[in-house]
């Protein structure tokens, strides 16, 4: 099992421009989550994922939204790019088990963006 | 709003020492914490979880509510555990607030 797989490992872009990352879960896991690790932070919840739905949301403006395919894995799109949305991006899977499971997030190696 | 504060960003010990890396936090809810650890060039990963109560590679949380405080120890640091460590509250069924992290350094 590979664990959690995203891509692209780095990329650039420019202000104004759109971006989407890519994620695959952990063999098993149904629930993808989005964090945001800024330089210098820890890992900032963005939303989750399971069935399809958004099921939870963090502090982020419309601009950052999502999307999870039946096979599980899921994108992660940021429209009109500031400056200050360069970070590592995280995906991170789980079994939902309605809130009675564990508790334990396998996360990603990360995309690291990058906006000039 | 929930909060996790991890007062040190850089804590550097001497191998054999004692280390315990602070963690504090506040939570309207009932309060699950857990600590992450990322090792270089490794991804995030879970160390251990206070619902547990288990011992990881000589590690140990305990949860004081009174404090509100998760602090990890460990008696005697080795070199291999130089790594960052993230506090995390639960705050849904699959979600983590993190705090900032703390590197530790142990030196040889």
């Known amino acids: 099992d590979a664990g959690v797989t995203q891509s692209p490992t780095h990329l650039i872009k420019t202000r104004g421009q759109q971006v989407t990352l890519r994620c695959s879960p952990k063999s098993g896991h149904d629930t993808v989550s989005w964090y945001q690790q800024a330089l210098g932070q820890g890992p900032q919840f963005i939303f989750q994922y399971y069935e399809e739905e958004e099921r939870q949301r963090g502090n982020f403006p419309d601009r950052f939204s999502g999307h999870q395919f039946p096979n599980y894995s899921s994108e992660l799109n940021v429209n009109a790019l500031l400056l200050g949305d360069s970070a590592l991006y995280l995906c991170?899977?789980?079994?939902f088990g309605g809130g009675t499971n564990t508790g334990e997030l396998f996360f990603g190696e990360g995309s690291r963006l990058t906006v000039l | 709003a929930q909060r996790v504060t991890q007062p040190e960003k850089l804590l550097s010990v001497f191998k054999g020492a004692p280390v315990e890396l602070k963690c504090n936090y506040s939570y309207s809810g009932s309060p699950e914490l857990f600590w992450y650890v990322q090792y270089s060039r490794q991804r995030l990963q879970l160390l251990l979880r206070h619902i547990s109560r288990e011992s990881i590679k000589g590690f140990t949380a305990d949860l004081n509510k009174g404090e509100t405080s998760f602090h990890l120890k460990k008696p005697f640091a080795q070199e291999e555990d130089s790594a960052m460590y993230y506090c995390a509250l639960r705050t849904g069924a699959n979600n983590l607030f993190f705090g900032t992290g703390t590197r530790l350094t142990v030196i040889p």
């Open positions: 991170a899977s789980s079994p």
